[in-house]
């Protein structure tokens, strides 16, 4: 079956960097298109960045805009999401997500990993 795992996430002051990856298997990792989204505490789900199936075209968050690159190596099936100048505001469980197209919205996804925590201190 689809499985997605992501890693990389911990503790990190604020304007530190932080790299998560998210490990693909069980499905044809190339074809598919890959999103990161992630959840604070008592609030939604929101949508973070997304990447097509061949890395040419990125999409982000204005919130992440200039501070995170996303990015995928196909050979390894694996995800990245790199995290420059992150603030306080950036803690959250991060999710990978896979999808027939990047998009910002949830529903466009159809299998979901079980989130890796990111937290920032001031």
């Known amino acids: 079956q689809v499985r997605l795992v992501e890693s990389g996430g911990g503790l990190v002051q604020a304007g530190g960097s932080l790299r998560v990856s998210c490990a693909a298997s069980g499905i044809t990792f190339s074809s598919y298109a890959m999103g990161w989204f992630r959840q604070a505490p008592g609030k939604e789900r929101e949508f973070v960045s997304a990447i097509s199936w061949s890395g040419g075209s990125t999409y982000y968050a204005d919130s992440v805009k200039g501070r995170f690159t996303i990015s995928r190596d196909n050979a390894e099936k694996t995800v990245y999401l790199q995290m420059n100048s992150l603030k306080p505001e950036d803690t959250a469980v991060y999710y990978c997500?896979?999808?027939?197209?990047?998009?910002?919205?949830?529903?466009?996804?159809?299998?979901w990993g079980q989130g890796t925590q990111v937290t920032v201190s001031s």
């Open positions: 997500a896979t999808g027939s197209r990047p998009s910002s919205w949830k529903g466009e996804y159809h299998v």
